[in-house]
């Protein structure tokens, strides 16, 4: 099978109980919860993205023909030796894309691999971090995993609804926006009143990396 991916790059992980990581970030093309497209907003399952994942064109993206051909695009963009190999796949929505195939191979080449998904596929087991971030409206497969990153606040979607899950980590992540301060705001208040929940800022953001 071939890949559509949008960028791949080589940053510290932002959010959640890996931040502060290095890692490669391999993102996707393509969702399932929205086009991408700005005019599609509005009547999307998912509406408040912060992230461009339509088409090959960012750094390091293009169509890769196999499995082999990622994963080597994926070793060169690591910067550094064979000790910590981290991948991060995102998007979009990564689990259209990432198969048994491109896991194997980017296993072999001495990677940790972690994925970013909004849960409404199931994800293979062979992967060594799950990190799943449930959408309203959207369906929610994927129930068990390593972190759980709730982008906070969701009406209907309600943070009690997901602590008896077996997850390691339960975060919330303040939706990036207009009200973004206010959500923050929010968000501490709730981790304050129920420390099963921890806060994930998106670090990379407030340091201007990527
Ligand atoms: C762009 S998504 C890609 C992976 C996957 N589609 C998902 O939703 O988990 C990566 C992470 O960013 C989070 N995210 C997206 N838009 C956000 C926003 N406006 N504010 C905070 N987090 C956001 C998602 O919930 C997810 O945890
Ligand atoms: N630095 C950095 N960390 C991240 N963690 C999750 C991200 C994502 O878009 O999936 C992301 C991202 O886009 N950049
Ligand atoms: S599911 Fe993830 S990639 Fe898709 S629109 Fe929502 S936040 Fe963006
Ligand atoms: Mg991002």
Partial sequence: M???????????????????RASVFCRFAGCNLWSGREQDRATATCRFCDTDFVGIDGEGGGRFADAAALADAIATCWVGGAEERYV?????????????ALIASV???????????????EAPDTLDWICVSPKQGAEFRQRAGHELKLVYPQPGLPPQQFEALEFRHFFLQPMDGPDQAA????????????????????????????
Avoid at 195 to 207: D, E, F, G, N, Y
Wanted: aromatic share 8%.
């Fill in 2 to 20: 071939s890949y559509a991916v949008k960028e791949l790059f080589a940053t510290l992980q932002g959010e959640g109980a890996q931040a502060g």
């Fill in 88 to 100: 991060v796949f995102t998007g979009g929505e990564p689990l259209l894309q990432l198969d048994a």
């Fill in 107 to 121: 296993h072999a080449r001495g990677f940790t691999i972690a994925v970013e998904t909004n849960g409404t596929l």
């Fill in 183 to 210: 959500n923050t705001r929010d968000a501490v208040a709730y981790c304050l009143a129920h420390p099963k929940w921890r806060l994930s800022v998106q670090t990379h953001k407030m340091i201007g990396i990527a």
